[in-house]
């Protein structure tokens, strides 16, 4: 399997080396040159997810040998997750919750970025690089902490991760600011988080910045789902979902789904459209914004359009203007048609906008939809109620836009949602969208007061934070955010 880039297909790499560097130098993402067609994936109702996960993976990482693949599936989805069955179905009265938050840091970035990690040091170890690799990451709030707990004391690599100060959780900026490892360091930018993305791509985009430090001995690549191995990992769990819907009897192989995904930078949702590619029975692929409703625009009418304001939500890691993985998407739906990509992305830049050929609208299969926080919080509530199932708000937005979805549709196929939070991630979200008050300032107390009045357990990792020291407090202006990491980079670090 090769990988090309969505703006020179010309360029084609394996996947050791396209996880490694991350981004292609042009500015485009690595996109498999084709979809592979698995074995047998009738017979995925009796395998567990890790010999799911080999099934998927392997035909893209032909570079890896089976043993490589093995050892890294073993290690990433093991105690770690505490749930044995690593991404586990509930079902309820209405549809089905796929729980990807089991993992480190209770996020769905962590089914990634727990085996990330493990790619990345093969590809580093295999290519002979004997630079450290610098992984620089911008995050709403989720993948930093877990890109953190993966490439935490991981050998020949460093982390730095910039988040915006004024746009994540309390219990999410705690999460990250407690983190531990030698090779660790965490960056509150003031500014949003489009910023901090936008700021992180003009670093790799600066060809003097980035040979400089090359010459000093760092190499920097990327743990966003710009990364493509970030992306990989993610088609596994709409394959294991299917097969335990298979497995139940609730469905017979072949029988269409749907799945809701709740969306910001559209790697998670891209994920599920390459699983359909791979053959995966879909009916809709339902991608649900919040406020920040570009996507759901786009997907309508045809034309993204980022000149708008960004709402800072209940569901942060969804407040995002600027959808990376959308490139992909285009590169695929346009069959690799760089230069119109290139093109489109550089009018996206240029004037914020951009409009896609009326044949492309036409052949984009997903539906879309959004719900505003009030909504979101509404159903949040109404799903507890109603059919016993706490979700964090991020889900919440899913669940209220497959509601609207299938009232407007009469759609009856079974359908997904996929749960990407443990709702103690933002408790004071959940708690007020349950209707209940609490007067303090300790996001701990409200945990305790939402654990009871539903019933819950809260994850241990986020009990675990009320005693964490904190061990990165520094907060950045972003027009300071080369100068600080040469200053970094250069300086004198533990590692
Ligand atoms: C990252 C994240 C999303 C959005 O996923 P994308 O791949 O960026 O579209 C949704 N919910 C939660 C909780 C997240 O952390």
């Not at 995925?44 to 893209?60: K, M, T």
């Not at 089976?66 to 209405?94: H, N, W």
């Not at 790619?119 to 953190?148: E, N």
Request: net charge negative; aromatic share 10%; with cysteine.
């Amino acid at each position: 399997m090769r990988y090309i880039s969505t703006r020179n297909n010309r360029l084609s790499l394996q996947s050791k080396s396209a996880i490694v560097k991350g981004i292609s130098d042009e500015g485009g993402l690595f996109v498999p040159e084709t979809f592979p067609t698995l074995e047998n994936p009738e017979l995925f109702s009796s395998l567990s997810y890790r010999e799911i996960a080999f099934q998927v993976l392997r035909p893209f990482l032909s570079d890896f040998s089976k043993e490589e693949l093995i050892a890294a599936i073993d290690s990433a989805y093991d105690k770690k997750f505490d749930d044995p069955l690593i991404v586990p179905l509930v079902r309820t009265c209405s549809c089905y919750y796929m729980e990807l938050y089991h993992g480190a840091t209770c996020a769905f970035k962590d089914i990634a970025l727990s085996i990330l990690p493990l790619f990345m040091t093969a590809g580093i170890s295999s290519l002979g690089i004997d630079k450290k690799v610098v992984i620089l990451t911008a995050t709403s709030g989720d993948t930093g902490k877990a890109a953190l707990q993966g490439f935490m004391d991981v050998p020949g690599t460093a982390i730095v991760v910039y988040f915006p100060e004024e746009g994540v959780s309390p219990i999410q900026k705690l999460q990250m600011r407690t983190q531990k490892g030698s090779n660790t360091k965490v960056i509150g930018i003031r500014g949003n988080f489009d910023d901090c993305q936008r700021a992180v791509k003009e670093i790799f985009n600066d060809s003097p910045l980035v040979e400089d430090l090359s010459a000093e001995g760092c190499l920097l690549s990327s743990a966003n789902s710009i990364n493509i191995g970030r992306l990989l990992p993610q088609i596994v769990y709409y394959f294991s979902s299917y097969a335990a819907l298979v497995r139940r009897g609730d469905i017979d192989y072949g029988d269409l789904i749907n799945f809701v995904v709740p969306t910001g930078n559209f790697g998670d949702i891209l994920a599920g459209y390459y699983a359909e590619q791979m053959g995966l029975p879909v009916h809709k692929l339902i991608c649900a914004s919040n406020e920040n409703k570009v996507l759901t625009d786009f997907i309508n009418t045809g034309v993204y359009d980022k000149n708008r304001e960004l709402h800072l939500t209940n569901s942060p890691s969804m407040d995002i203007l600027v959808s990376s993985n959308l490139e992909r998407y285009l590169y695929h739906l346009s069959e690799g048609d760089d230069r119109l990509v290139a093109q489109l992305m550089e009018e996206l830049q240029s004037k914020g906008v951009y409009h896609l050929p009326q044949a492309l609208k036409e052949k984009m299969n997903m539906a879309a939809g959004f719900a505003d926080e009030e909504a979101g919080n509404a159903m949040l509530k109404k799903v507890f109620e109603e059919e016993g199932y706490l979700m964090d708000t991020h889900t919440a937005v899913a669940r209220a836009v497959y509601e609207e979805y299938r009232q407007r549709t009469q759609d009856s196929t079974p359908t997904v949602i996929l749960s990407t939070a443990s709702p103690y991630k933002f408790p004071r979200a959940v708690f007020s969208a349950l209707g209940e008050e609490l007067a303090t300032e300790d996001d701990f107390a409200i945990i305790e007061a939402l654990s009871e009045l539903t019933d819950t357990t809260p994850p241990q990792s986020i009990l675990d934070l009320r005693v964490s020291p904190v061990c990165h407090e520094e907060t950045i202006d972003i027009s300071h955010i080369k100068t600080h990491l040469e200053h970094y980079l250069k300086g004198d670090h533990p590692w």
